[in-house]
């Protein structure tokens, strides 16, 4: 995991409900590659991480990337999911390993694994 804005509490308003519009800003250049970034190498990496690009405020994404530490959600996941399975049809429910390995590396080999269905290349 590269980045994940913290804050010391919640901001709250007058009547003491929390105030989301007062968090600061998210600084993406705090979420510039570390160490561990490791770039997209076949054309479909690199098409799912502009995919995930065009989801998440973050640049570059990385294979490796948790796509929720990089700040998205379950909705924005199901979203993803379904135009990937658009682009890439398979035989392989693709949202629920998802979840549980959110990675571009670990969907490239979901979407091309043979055995279930995925698209040669």
């Given at each position: 995991m590269r980045y994940r804005p913290t804050v010391p509490r919640i901001p709250t308003n007058a009547n003491g409900k929390r105030d989301y519009t007062a968090l600061p800003a998210v600084d993406t250049a705090a979420a510039e590659p570390g160490?561990?970034?490791v770039p997209p190498q076949?054309?479909?990496?690199?098409?799912?991480?502009?995919?995930?690009s065009d989801a998440l405020p973050v640049q570059p994404i990385?294979?490796?990337?948790?796509?929720f530490a990089l700040g998205g959600d379950s909705l924005q996941a199901t979203r993803l999911i379904a135009s990937i399975q658009e682009k890439y049809p398979t035989h392989t429910a693709l949202l629920a390993p998802f979840f549980q390995e959110p990675t571009i590396k670990a969907l490239a080999?979901?979407?091309?694994a043979p055995q279930d269905g995925g698209i040669p290349r």
């Open positions: 160490l561990d970034y076949t054309a479909l990496e690199k098409e799912l991480a502009q995919l995930w990385g294979v490796e990337d948790n796509f080999q979901l979407i091309l």
